[in-house]
């Protein structure tokens, strides 16, 4: 019985110092959109090309980030053109990370150490009543070190007509400690579907959480 209480013990202190609740990332992103007045902006046919000069649209990264610009301009209305000659746009696309900061921390904390007692009602021992925690203190600190780097994560998608004339832009960035593309592009992506083809008087911050059981369709 002792030994059912004890295991039963345990896990509620696992359950307390975990927690039960999932975490989940929140990223602060940045919004830049412009749109050309003189265009007419409404969803069409349009092809995807890759915006620098030295990003393989052939690769294998630039397709699977591409594609979930494709699921979104697909949402919009917007119609994938099989041919460049035969679309109304030309969207270009490009994404990519920069190191903008790497700093080393030191910080100590105290090497906390306590003991576990069942505990007496009060006269079962020398009338003195044991409590659950005992010996709970500190005599020692140990030091950490800890490297933080800070990441721009970024997507620029930018559409010219047949004329290779700018019709509207959308700059989307985050900064950040994680280098996860797989995981941070699809969700910029997200964030700029209100955007295409709209304007902002100045870029516009939000944050949002990271959805990991929800995809683009």
């Not at 080393?104 to 409590?131: I, L």
């Not at 995981?183 to 902002?200: M, N, Q, R, S």
């Amino acid at each position: 019985m002792q030994k059912l209480r004890y295991t039963i013990l345990i896990l509620l202190i696992h359950l307390i110092l975990t927690g039960c609740s999932p975490i989940i990332n929140k990223y602060r992103v940045t919004i830049d959109a412009i749109t050309n007045p003189d265009s007419s902006i409404q969803p069409s046919s349009y092809t995807i090309k890759a915006l620098g000069s030295n990003t393989d649209k052939d690769s294998l990264r630039f397709k699977r980030q591409s594609q979930y610009l494709v699921k979104l301009l697909n949402k919009k209305g917007y119609t994938q053109s099989t041919q460049e000659s035969l679309a109304q746009q030309i969207i270009y696309f490009d994404y990519g990370i920069e190191k903008i900061k790497e700093d080393r921390v030191s910080y100590s904390e105290p090497a906390v150490s306590f003991g576990v007692s069942w505990g007496y009602p009060f006269g079962y021992y020398r009338h003195r009543y044991h409590p659950f925690w005992h010996n709970v203190g500190y005599s020692s600190y140990r030091t950490y070190n800890r490297t933080y780097r800070l990441f721009n994560r970024y997507i620029v998608i930018s559409a010219k007509n047949q004329k290779n004339r700018e019709m509207w832009r959308v700059d989307v960035s985050s900064i950040g400690e994680s280098d996860n593309l797989k995981k941070i592009i699809p969700l910029l992506i997200e964030v700029a579907e209100p955007y295409i083809g709209k304007d902002t008087d100045k870029p516009v911050r939000v944050v949002v959480e990271e959805k990991t059981d929800k995809k683009l369709r």
